[in-house]
């Protein structure tokens, strides 16, 4: 398959990017969207041109590190992340878009590399559980309805990849930190810190400038994980209620 | 450990302050006193459809509020202020939500939203503009100040002539069409304001979130039609000529 490449590349976070333009020859229909890149890489590379600099590391869909904004959608169309994506689903001659994913707390590094750390701050305000909780068999040992496991594990789901943050008009990460906040909340293990880690993590998410949720809902349509936008609804909920206990002079 | 120090023991700004400063804070704001403007838009719709029962009967009920005296201003100032809070948090919402997205993709591709929820900003300043139009008409009455001078019996009392005023106003074309515009606009607003309402609060779960925003909807839509029903009969079928003879 062949595709006209229009492909951001930018040298540094302070320089000025631009939109260049590639030919993507002999694809195979396999290829995942990754390799097709791979594949004009190599070709770049013996033009003596710099290869496209862009994320990637499981390849299989699980470790959240690929991104790219495929044609303005965060992974592309249809649920999966970019490396899960392959160029059967699009059209032989099609000219496809590739930006980097964009809000203002994810700088762009170079070409499509963004820096995703604020997420990683964002979990060191509380997206974790103080206490040791033992070891894999101990937890069979702790009951825990099904209904609750199933949320739970439908938050846990989240892969921190930062597709709702990029796809939201208003670079808001409510989804993501929703999925975090919902999945510890749940779950006993998480609950005795649910208070004060919603406090800390909402709070950290503003400090990094994401912004804030207008309830448009494109990140559950582009989320790879499919984590919910109700999820979003019961943070807000558990903030503000976390929030009046702190008013009231409760400890959180 | 998430660190949070103990109740005694904590310094620092005020939790309520807090709380008010944070993306979740303000976006709480907005909807509450979405809420309350809605709760005001839906007991004016009330109040007016006595219009429907005749001149004594629209005209007893402004006469009525009128006689609230001081209670009047108190309701007027507090509907006021809500309305300068909601305004005053969406647009510092608006503000900060430009500044974390400052670059748009060149190729834009909206997924998952819905042109009532991305012309919210747009769609409130209009309908901040037919406020203002809708009070210097029919409240300060200064678009056309011979509304101020119609007057009436009723019960051996001269009150204010409402129903005259009313329908010699939805007698002109051009102000039906702002009428009809303006209140289009809100309920635009209304379309996503409604149904995205219970989302803030986070009264809501996975299954129960479409039918709250298909009931939204049908709100928006039903205050709409209720509010258009009157220029609407006034000026196409005739509601009141008698008192303009
Ligand atoms: C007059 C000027 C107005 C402006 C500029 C305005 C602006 C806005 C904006 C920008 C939002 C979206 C906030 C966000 O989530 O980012 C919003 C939400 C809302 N507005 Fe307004 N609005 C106005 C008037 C009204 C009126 C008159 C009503 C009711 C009758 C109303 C009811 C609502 C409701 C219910 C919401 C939804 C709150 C939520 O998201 O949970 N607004 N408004
Ligand atoms: S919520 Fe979904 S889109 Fe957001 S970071 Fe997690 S997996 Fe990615
Ligand atoms: S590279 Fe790991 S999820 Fe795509």
Request: aromatic letters at 10%; glycine letters at 10%; a positive charge.
């Amino acid at each position: 398959m062949n595709f006209h490449l229009k492909v951001w590349r930018q040298k540094d976070t302070n320089a000025p990017g631009t939109l260049e333009e590639y030919e993507a020859e002999n694809i195979p229909a396999g290829a995942s969207f990754l390799e097709m890149l791979d594949i004009v890489n190599a070709g770049l590379t013996r033009k003596n041109i710099e290869p496209i600099q862009f994320d990637s590391d499981c390849r299989e869909g699980i470790c959240g590190t690929c991104s790219l904004t495929i044609n303005g959608i965060p992974h592309g169309k249809g649920r999966g992340t970019t490396c899960q994506l392959y160029m059967r689903k699009f059209q032989d001659g099609e000219t496809i878009t590739i930006e980097p994913f964009r809000a203002d707390a994810f700088p762009v590094q170079r070409d499509l590399v963004t820096n995703r750390s604020a997420f990683d701050r964002v979990i060191q305000a509380g997206g974790y559980i103080s206490e040791r909780t033992g070891s894999a068999p101990d937890a069979n040992s702790v009951p825990i309805s099904k209904v609750i496991a199933d949320q739970a594990m439908d938050a846990a789901a989240c892969i921190g990849c930062g597709a709702c943050a990029a796809a939201c008009p208003n670079g808001s990460a409510m989804l993501f930190v929703s999925a975090k906040v919902t999945h510890l909340g749940l779950l006993p293990q998480g609950k005795p810190e649910k208070n004060r880690r919603v406090l800390s993590m909402v709070r950290q998410m503003d400090e990094e400038g994401f912004g804030n949720c207008s309830n448009y809902y494109a990140c559950e349509a582009v989320c790879p994980a499919g984590v919910p936008a109700a999820f979003i609804g019961r943070m807000n909920r558990e903030f503000t209620a976390a929030s009046v206990k702190e008013m009231l002079g409760m400890s959180v | 450990m998430i660190t949070s120090p103990s109740a005694s023991a904590r310094t620092g700004p005020c939790p309520g302050w807090l709380w008010l400063n944070s993306s979740i804070g303000k976006k709480t704001v907005v909807a509450v006193t979405g809420i309350a403007l809605v709760a005001f838009v839906i007991g004016h719709l009330l109040g007016n459809f006595t219009i429907f029962l005749g001149p004594d009967a629209i005209n007893a009920y402004g006469a009525k509020l009128q006689s609230l005296g001081p209670l009047l201003w108190v309701i007027r100032l507090a509907l006021l202020g809500i309305l300068v809070a909601h305004i005053y948090f969406t647009m510092k919402l608006w503000q900060e939500n430009n500044a974390a997205r400052p670059q748009k993709y060149l190729a834009s591709n909206p997924v998952g939203t819905t042109v009532f929820a991305r012309t919210m900003r747009l769609s409130g300043l209009i309908v901040l503009a037919f406020v203002i139009f809708h009070l210097a008409h029919f409240t300060v009455r200064v678009v056309d100040t011979s509304y101020a001078t119609m007057h009436t019996m009723l019960d051996g009392h001269e009150v204010h002539d409402v129903y005259k005023m009313v329908v010699t106003g939805f007698s002109s074309g051009p102000v039906v069409f702002i009428y009809i515009i303006g209140l289009f606009l809100l309920t635009f607003h209304l379309s996503h304001g409604l149904s995205s309402l219970f989302q803030t609060f986070g009264i809501t779960n996975r299954r129960i979130r479409q039918n709250y925003e298909t009931a939204g909807r049908v709100l928006a839509w039903a205050l709409y039609v209720g509010y258009i029903s009157i220029p609407v009969s006034i000026y196409f079928f005739g509601l009141g000529k008698g008192v303009l003879q």
